[in-house]
């Protein structure tokens, strides 16, 4: 069973907090900023995206990973990992979101 890294990290960031995480990635940092979206900015962050997301209704910052597997069902099987997919809807990607013994979410898709 081969699982890799994905091509995303997105920081899940309290409402509160949102606008000057995303200004110090863009501005101290100097982040190039790849898209911009009413609740979400992606910056370039070497060869991976960073999304820096605004979360309504959450206290403190969540990082949440992208991990890949030709087969998401058996990756999954193998990690041992809760499945998670309440927690976002995945739309038209093949895969599911679960979690490390930490808690850290995990995006699980084909690829």
Request: glycine fraction near 8%; hydrophobic fraction near 40%; charge should be negative.
């Amino acid at each position: 069973m081969e699982i890799k890294p994905g091509g995303n990290i997105a920081l899940k960031v309290p409402r509160h907090r949102w606008t000057e995480t995303v200004a110090f990635y863009r501005d101290r940092v100097g982040l190039p900023v790849l898209r911009e979206l009413p609740e979400s900015t992606a910056f370039a962050f070497g060869t991976m995206t960073l999304w820096v997301d605004r979360v309504e209704r959450q206290s403190q910052t969540d990082v949440w990973l992208e991990l890949t597997a030709e087969d998401p069902g058996a990756a999954l099987a193998h990690l041992q990992s809760p499945l998670r997919d309440e927690l976002e809807p995945l739309g038209t990607v093949d895969g599911h979101w679960t979690s490390d013994p930490a808690g850290v979410v995990l995006l699980l898709r084909r690829g």
